[in-house]
Nanobody
Framework: QVTVTESGGGLVQAGGSLRLSCVAS????????VGWFRQAPGKDREPVAR?????????IYKESVRGRFTVSRDNAKNAVYLQMTSLKPEDTAIYYC????????????WGQGTQVTVSS
């Protein structure tokens, strides 16, 4: 059974960068669509970015992060990354990765989340 685990969160000053990792174990991750979500205190979880399965690699981004965040995958490492630059205090949240197989996206696999805190 495939599971996913996030890492790479931390405390960073505004304007700084972080790279989050989502690593899969128990199966081949390249056939999955992978999404990054975040949840700030008192707010609903929201989608941030998504990348389609390997060979397609189509990406989409939340408007407020477009141009600052980049999602990519490394199939050899069974990993998907979220490179975050020009971070803002409003990016502070717990970040989760989720995975889905097939053309229709259904987020069936979720990680435990990693905290990102951006200080002003």
């Amino acid at each position: 059974q495939v599971t996913v685990t996030e890492s790479g969160g931390g405390l960073v000053q505004a304007g700084g960068s972080l790279r989050l990792s989502c690593v899969a174990s128990g199966g081949n991750f390249s056939s999955y669509t992978v999404g990054w979500f975040r949840q700030a205190p008192g707010k609903d979880r929201e989608p941030v970015a998504r990348i389609r399965w390997a060979g397609n690699d189509d990406t989409i981004y939340k408007e407020s992060v477009r141009g600052r965040f980049t999602v990519s995958r490394d199939n050899a490492k069974n990993a998907v990354y979220l490179q975050m630059t020009s971070l803002k205090p409003e990016d502070t949240a717990i970040y989760y990765c989720a995975a889905s197989q097939g053309v229709t996206v259904r987020w069936t696999l979720w990680g435990q989340g990693t905290q990102v805190t951006v200080s002003s």
